[in-house]
């Protein structure tokens, strides 16, 4: 009883814990949805312009696959971030604060994300492609009306990866002033030594997370007819 | 009607060339089932692949109905590949979309109104007798099923040829049958030109009207069933109407023989003519009798003792219109 009662009486909860979850929503929400944004593009280009694919083009092919999805997916999060504050100030206006966080989060986490929606879109069997394009087809009309429907099984679960994997490198940019939850984690659990305000972070994430997973899960099961 | 003038199709694999297709020429008629049969490596897939214009046949003609397709533009490419439906192995329906969905695609295409495209959809759908999987996803439909989407979905946009690759290769024998049916009895209600790519004989002997050999990118043998199988020493027709069983090794010395005859003949007492005529004992090997389109074909195999006149039985069989072939003496 008397931990619930401090629990209830520590400003790091009832006052930072709300700001900070809501933070941590923001960089999850922007972050999620410029990364889905830019990387069902960019997986469709890489799908695409790859040797033997519908329309192969061997530069475009070398530079977004060999140039900037493998070398940025190489970088480590923690370093990119660092290297991303002069760039984000630069976009932004500012490198502080969960808007500015979105802008490493999305070029972090788009890499990785266009090469599971490439990866879905190789597991469509080249039978229905090659169909698609016998009823005459256009290469646009392949893409938007049989690739994608198709690979919405593979690209939903990628989603789903891709947004566990931004709260928790939000974590990370909430250390060096993304704010957030692991920003609350740092101040409060680290630096004051409040296991209350760890554990209660903990558990907020680990639900975060859950319910993400639950929900991707569910929408991956509701459009996969196969 | 569909046309194929020396199609030709050769792929560069580095510096060295593979002729998949050495000039391919093919008429088939207006409401004709054509068989094409080859072994693996044969160029089926190929020549599939140049009839769509999936690849660009090297050099060559293909028209349906006196229009050409090969060499049209990328543009006119589209509404070229709509003169020809076609059924893949594996259905290659679109799981994401479901039995309706599937048949309504290439309409969707054309940009036909919804109204039209639901009246279209169930008259197909009435045709291939799937009206109550209308709404059922591909994974919910068997092989036979699928295949039957597929066939519905190849005739959406009312082309004039059918191109049939390896349709009932993944099948069992029973719906082997249905699917075949399926297709004759198409081509009968909307007069439409059938090509069948296959490696099963049996899929020529019940579907085909004609049926051409293909071999290293030639076509070897070609022409109606029943004039392949009249062929006595034509590879098609030894595999049409094989003989059963093995040569018998431990023979009496003599002269093994081989007779093909059809139709009116087939009825005709062959041997026991033969046997009176050069008063000689008639050893029947093996045989075995069969419809084939559209007539009865005899082939047997028979064995004359030794110091019968070779030539005379030939030239006697022959004058009544049987084929003779003298296999060894
Ligand atoms: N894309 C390609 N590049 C190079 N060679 C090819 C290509 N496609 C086919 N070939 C060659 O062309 C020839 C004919 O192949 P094809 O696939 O048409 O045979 P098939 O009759 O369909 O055989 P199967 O019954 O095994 O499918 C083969 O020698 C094959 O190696
Ligand atoms: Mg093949």
Redesign the interface.
């Known amino acids: 009883m008397d931990w619930l009662t401090s629990l209830l009486e520590n400003p790091g909860i009832t006052t930072a814990l709300p700001d900070a979850i809501i933070e941590t929503l923001i960089m999850m929400v922007i972050a999620s949805a410029a990364t889905i944004v830019i990387g069902i593009p960019l997986g469709v280009v890489l799908f695409l312009t790859a040797p033997g694919g519908l329309t192969p083009v061997r530069w475009i092919s070398a530079i977004l696959s060999g140039l900037i999805v493998n070398i940025t997916r190489s970088i480590p999060y923690a370093i990119l971030m660092l290297a991303l504050i002069p760039f984000t100030q630069w976009i932004v206006g500012t490198g502080i604060g969960p808007y500015a966080a979105c802008v490493s989060l999305t070029i972090g986490t788009v890499p990785f994300f266009a090469r599971l929606v490439e990866t879905a879109l190789r597991d469509i069997?080249s039978?229905?492609i090659?169909?698609?394009?016998?009823?005459?087809?256009?290469r646009f009309?392949v893409v938007r009306?049989?690739l994608l429907?198709?690979a919405?099984p593979g690209i939903m679960a990628g989603i789903t990866t891709m947004v566990v994997i931004v709260i928790g490198y939000s974590a990370m940019a909430g250390i060096v002033g993304g704010g957030g939850l692991g920003r609350l984690a740092y101040n409060y659990g680290f630096q004051r030594f409040d296991s209350q305000v760890m554990i209660v972070t903990i558990v907020i994430i680990v639900i975060i997370v859950q319910a993400v997973q639950a929900t991707g899960d569910w929408l991956t099961r509701r459009?996969d007819?196969? | 009607m569909i046309t194929i003038t020396d199609l030709r199709k050769v792929y560069r694999q580095g510096s060295r060339e593979v002729v998949a297709l050495d000039g391919v020429s093919l008429s088939v008629a207006k409401g004709h089932i054509h068989g094409i049969i080859g072994h693996s490596g044969a160029g089926k897939s190929t020549l599939v692949r140049c009839l769509?214009l999936?690849d660009r046949p090297t050099s060559g003609s293909v028209s349906v109905d006196g229009r050409e397709l090969a060499g049209v533009s990328d543009r006119e490419l589209?509404?070229a590949?709509?003169k020809?439906g076609?059924v893949?192995q594996?259905a290659?329906?679109?799981?994401?979309?479901t039995t309706a969905e599937n048949v309504a695609?290439?309409l969707?295409?054309?940009g036909t109104k919804r109204s039209k495209i639901k009246d279209k959809v169930s008259n197909l759908l009435d045709l291939v007798g799937l009206t109550q999987f209308a709404n059922a996803?591909?994974?919910q439909l068997s092989g036979g099923q699928k295949q039957r989407v597929g066939i519905a979905?190849a005739l959406a946009?009312d082309p004039d040829v059918l191109l049939c690759d390896e349709p009932t290769s993944a099948l069992d024998p029973k719906t082997t049958d249905e699917i075949l049916e399926l297709i004759k009895d198409v081509r009968d209600r909307l007069e439409i030109t059938v090509l069948i790519i296959t490696h099963e004989m049996g899929v020529v002997k019940k579907a085909c009207n004609s049926v051409s050999l293909l071999e290293a990118g030639k076509i070897v043998e070609h022409g109606p069933i029943s004039e392949v199988v009249a062929d006595i020493d034509g590879r098609l027709s030894h595999a049409l109407l094989p003989l059963p069983g093995e040569m018998p090794q431990d023979l009496p010395p003599g002269t093994i023989m081989d007779l093909l005859y059809s139709g009116a003949d087939a009825v005709h007492p062959v041997i026991s003519t033969l046997a009176r005529q050069f008063d000689i004992d008639v050893n029947v090997l093996a045989g075995s009798v069969e419809d084939l389109g559209g007539a009865q074909f005899a082939h047997l195999r028979i064995h004359l003792p030794v110091g019968v006149d070779i030539d005379a039985v030939t030239a006697h069989l022959t004058a009544s219109g049987i084929a003779v072939s003298v296999k060894e003496a």
Do not use: C, W
């Open positions: 069997p039978g229905k090659d169909a698609a394009l016998v009823m005459g087809s256009s009309q009306k049989v429907p198709e919405m459009v007819h196969r | 769509t999936l589209l509404s590949r709509r020809i076609m893949f594996h290659n329906l679109f799981d994401s979309r695609y290439p969707e295409l054309l996803y591909p994974s979905r946009t």
